[in-house]
Nanobody, 125 residues
Framework: QVQLVESGGGLVQAGGSHRLSCAAS????????MGWFRRAPGKERAFVAA????????YYADSVKGRFTISRDNARNTVYLQMNSLTADDTAVYYC??????????????????WGQGTQVTVSS
């Protein structure tokens, strides 16, 4: 079992920056990758970014590429999502997730075994 706790959500001005954190505990050594997803109002949960534990390779959704950066601190079992140039379209509940398998593509929700409870990010225009 892996427990995930997101933090850092809040209200942000459009054009601003914000950073989310996800702290993992439990059997963290079983995690191959960590990801961030988000659910905007009235929409389904969508992939944002992921990072492989072994080599730090990162994956991004087209909608955030160039604006968001995912990083990890394996020693602290923590993953971060740095969000820049935020717009109202980035308003969502952001979820952290852990995958216990090795894949070539981590953009599918079904490839994650554990999820956090989510943290709200609201971008005001």
């Amino acid at each position: 079992q892996v427990q995930l706790v997101e933090s850092g959500g809040g209200l942000v001005q459009a054009g601003g920056s914000h950073r989310l954190s996800c702290a993992a505990s439990g059997r963290t050594s079983s995690s191959y990758a960590m990801g961030w997803f988000r659910r905007a109002p009235g929409k389904e949960r969508a992939f944002v970014a992921a990072i492989r534990r072994s080599d730090g390779r990162a994956y991004y959704a087209d909608s955030v590429k160039g604006r968001f950066t995912i990083s990890r601190d394996n020693a602290r079992n923590t993953v971060y999502l740095q969000m820049n140039s935020l717009t109202a379209d980035d308003t969502a509940v952001y979820y952290c997730a852990s995958s216990a398998e090795s894949y070539s593509d981590y953009s599918y929700r079904g490839r994650y075994n554990y999820w956090g409870q989510g943290t709200q990010v609201t971008v005001s225009s």
